[in-house]
C-alpha cells in the first residue's frame, strides 16, 4: 500500500541551510568551488538529509497550515483541545541505505509505504506502540538513490527518564 | 579523505565533539531545515504544560545528523552505504555530545572494499542516546 508519493527537488540552499543546522562546515555541501576540487566532484547533500523531504510533503501533519488550528502553544498552551492523536509519536530508530549521495538539481521521487506494526510494555512509558515506514527516493531514470526505513514509538505517557 | 584499507585495523576509533551546550535556537534552526515542526522540539510551552516533559528536546534526527558529521570527517564524505542508528535517550538542551565512530570489520565484495562501523553518541554523563552502525566504501 502506497501512502504518499512525493516529488523532493533538491536544492543547494536547502542543503545549506541543513548542514548549518546540524553544525557541519564541510565544504562540499555550502561551497561549489571547493566541493568541485573534492573526490565527489561538486555539492552533495548529507548523509541525513533525505528526511527533509517532510518540506515537500502539501499533508505533513508536523507543519503549521495557514487557517488551520495547530496544537502547539499561542494564547493558550495548545491551539486544539485535548491530545492531538500524531503529536506525541518519537522517533525511535532510523536507516538509510544508500546508492549514491543526493545532489542540488536531483529531482527525487519519493514513495512512503508502511512497514510493520507492533506492540512491548516498557517500565519508562507504558505500552509502546511501533509504527514503521519505509521510505524509497528514485531519480528521474527510475535508479535507486536511497532507501530509508524509520520506526516511530508511540508511549502510553511520556517517557521517563531512564 | 578516504579510509585505506592496508594502514585501517578493527578496533580503530574516530572520535569528535559533535556539539557542546546545545542550545534551544539550534534545535528550532533544525526544525527549520529539516521541516518538522513539532512542538516537542521548539514549543516549551506546549512541551512542559501540555506534553508533560521537562523541556522541548531535540529531534532524533538532529542527534543522528550530528553523529553523521564523525562518519563522514572519518570515512570522507559521499563514502556511506549504510548508516542506521536507534534513538536510546533524549537529548535536552544544554547537553554535550561525543560521538564515537569504531571498525568492526574491514571486508571485500564483488572486488571493493568496505568497513562496518559501529557508532556511538554520549551525553555529558556519559549516558548512550543514540547507537548505530555503518558501512562506508574505503580504497585499497
Given at each position: 500500500m502506497l501512502l504518499t508519493k512525493l516529488t523532493f527537488p533538491v536544492e543547494a540552499t536547502h542543503i545549506m541551510m541543513f548542514a548549518r543546522a546540524i553544525g557541519d562546515a564541510n565544504p562540499v555541501y555550502h561551497d561549489a568551488a571547493a566541493a568541485a576540487q573534492s573526490e565527489v566532484g561538486g555539492v552533495i547533500a548529507p548523509p541525513t538529509f533525505p528526511q527533509a523531504v517532510a518540506q515537500f510533503d502539501p499533508d505533513y501533519h508536523l507543519r503549521p497550515k495557514p487557517g488551520q488550528p495547530w496544537f502547539g502553544s499561542g494564547r493558550t498552551p495548545s491551539g486544539i483541545e485535548g491530545q492531538p492523536a500524531t503529536s506525541g509519536a518519537l522517533h525511535a530508530e532510523q536507516h538509510f541505505e544508500y546508492h549514491r549521495p543526493l545532489r542540488p538539481g536531483d529531482v527525487l521521487t519519493v514513495e512512503i509505504r508502511p512497514g510493520k506494526t507492533w506492540e512491548k510494555e516498557s517500565r519508562r512509558a507504558g505500552k509502546l506502540t511501533f509504527r514503521e515506514r519505509i521510505v524509497e527516493y528514485r531519480d528521474k531514470t527510475g535508479e535507486l538513490v536511497v532507501t530509508a526505513r524509520s520506526v516511530a514509538v508511540t508511549p502510553e505517557r511520556p517517557v521517563s527518564e531512564g | 579523505m578516504a579510509l585505506k584499507a592496508s594502514t585501517l585495523k578493527v578496533g580503530d576509533t574516530h572520535v569528535e565533539r559533535v556539539v557542546d551546550n546545545l542550545s534551544r535556537t539550534q534545535i528550532v534552526q533544525y526544525a527549520g531545515a529539516s521541516g518538522d515542526y513539532n512542538p516537542l522540539h521548539t514549543d516549551e510551552v506546549y512541551t512542559t504544560q501540555v506534553a508533560g516533559y521537562r523541556s522541548v528536546f531535540a529531534h532524533g534526527m538532529l542527534t543522528m545528523g550530528l553523529t553523521g558529521k564523525v562518519l563522514t570527517n572519518y570515512v570522507?564524505?559521499?563514502?556511506?552505504n549504510r548508516f542506521g542508528v536507534r534513538f536510546t535517550n533524549q537529548v535536552w538542551p544544554g547537553d554535550t555530545l561525543d560521538a564515537t565512530a569504531t571498525v568492526a570489520a574491514i571486508r571485500e565484495e564483488d572486488g571493493k572494499l568496505f568497513a562496518d562501523l559501529t557508532v556511538s553518541t554520549v551525553n555529558q554523563d556519559g549516558k548512550e542516546v543514540m547507537s548505530g552502525t555503518a558501512t562506508a566504501r574505503i580504497d585499497p
Open positions: - | 570522507g564524505a559521499g563514502r556511506l
